[in-house]
């Protein structure tokens, strides 16, 4: 039987998220999702009098494909993709997978050399195409949410299409506060930073790029970086599991990384220079995602969470640092997770995940 949830969020994602006009060209990626929710979006496309370009994916073939990886072989791969991303005025990514470590025991020498060459092919999606990317639920990701697959995708089609544009007020506040802030400090169990992210743009996230969504991001400045964070929430990075990040900062660089796999942690640190520094600060506030479940994409939305992510900085709020990396390592401050602070400018902000301003308080749920 048809599922009225797959049109209700394709509908969402074409004419909210990208907001498609007539005749404009979209490429549709697929990875190991139902033929149901890709007809959905083609036929929203075509609904919004679009073009829509469909490409099918399956994560076993992308990693016998990493396996073996040689740089001509990705050469003609990114040269082929750059091509295909020129032709496109939007991009939307649905991205399924029966095993969260289907690339786990692809040599990391592939996995740094893979991500470089297709780097620019990302690159000029994010810088010049609108673009929407999401996952799909599952029972792989049911049973890391640890949830039934079917409550798993009630809580997913809730927490996708989310009335973003009721939120809007309340984080353009707080984009407003954050772009008039000067110095952050942030407090909890393991964590002391400091930084600055004076001068640096705040952006507003709701629901136009990663869905699930909600935060407010900007990026510290470079070198400004000083302290140590213990990260609460585990997180799957390039395609290892990793518990009990703890970084700690000098001058803006990463001087010491540990974890259940300091080894691979470090190594991932050392990609690049701009590895070692950090990329990205948010503050997270969907009100549907309390609980994290081993997916970026979601976990770095928790209500009362903020991320701070060692690696490449977003050009619209670009510090200076490049990287192949770009990790969303997550730490949740609510009373049920040890609490925390964040001040800015000297002022309590947000005290264990509630913000305290009165225009922020909608954040809150």
Not at 43 to 69: T, Y
Not at 174 to 201: A, E, N, W
Not at 205 to 217: A, K, L, M, S, Y
Not at 273 to 279: E, H, K, N, Q, T
């Amino acid at each position: 039987m048809h599922d009225a949830r797959l049109d209700t969020l394709a509908r969402q994602l074409i004419r909210y998220s990208l907001k498609l006009k007539r005749d404009e060209k979209v490429l549709v990626d697929a990875f190991d999702i139902p033929d149901e929710m890709v007809i959905a979006l083609v036929r929203a496309v075509r609904d919004a009098d679009a073009v829509p370009v469909v490409q099918i994916h399956r994560n076993r073939v992308i990693r016998e494909l990493a396996m073996g990886a040689t740089e001509s072989q990705f050469d003609l791969l990114a040269r082929l993709g750059l091509a295909q991303m020129k032709r496109m005025d939007a991009y939307i990514a649905v991205r399924g997978s029966e095993n969260i470590s289907e690339m786990a025991d692809v040599p990391s020498s592939k996995m740094k050399m893979v991500s470089g060459k297709m780097r620019k092919v990302i690159d000029y999606r994010v810088r010049r195409t609108r673009w929407v990317v999401l996952r799909w639920p599952g029972p792989a990701m049911a049973q890391q949410a640890g949830m039934s697959t079917e409550a798993f995708e009630d809580f997913f089609f809730k927490v996708c299409t989310l009335d973003y544009a009721a939120l809007l007020p309340a984080m353009n506040a707080l984009k407003s506060l954050m772009d008039r802030t000067r110095d952050v400090r942030i407090l909890g169990p393991g964590t002391d930073l400091r930084f600055s992210i004076d001068g640096i743009p705040s952006i507003v996230c709701g629901g136009t790029h990663n869905i699930p969504d909600g935060e407010v991001f900007t990026a510290p400045v470079r070198d400004s970086v000083e302290g140590h964070v213990a990260y609460n929430v585990p997180s799957i990075y390039q395609g290892t599991a990793f518990d009990n990040v703890c970084l700690e900062f000098s001058r803006g660089r990463i001087v010491k990384a540990s974890s259940n796999r300091s080894d691979r942690l470090n190594a991932i640190l050392d990609s690049d220079a701009g590895a070692r520094f950090v990329g990205e600060f948010a503050l997270g506030f969907n009100p549907h995602i309390l609980h994290p479940m081993r997916d970026i994409l979601f976990d770095e939305k928790i209500a009362g969470s903020f991320h701070f992510t060692p690696g490449q900085a977003y050009e619209n709020a670009f510090n200076g640092n490049h990287s192949q990396v770009h990790w969303d390592l997550v730490c949740i401050q609510r009373p049920d997770c040890g609490g925390g602070e964040i001040w800015f400018d000297g002022k309590l902000i947000r005290k264990n995940g509630k913000f305290l301003p009165a225009a922020l308080k909608k954040l809150n749920g």
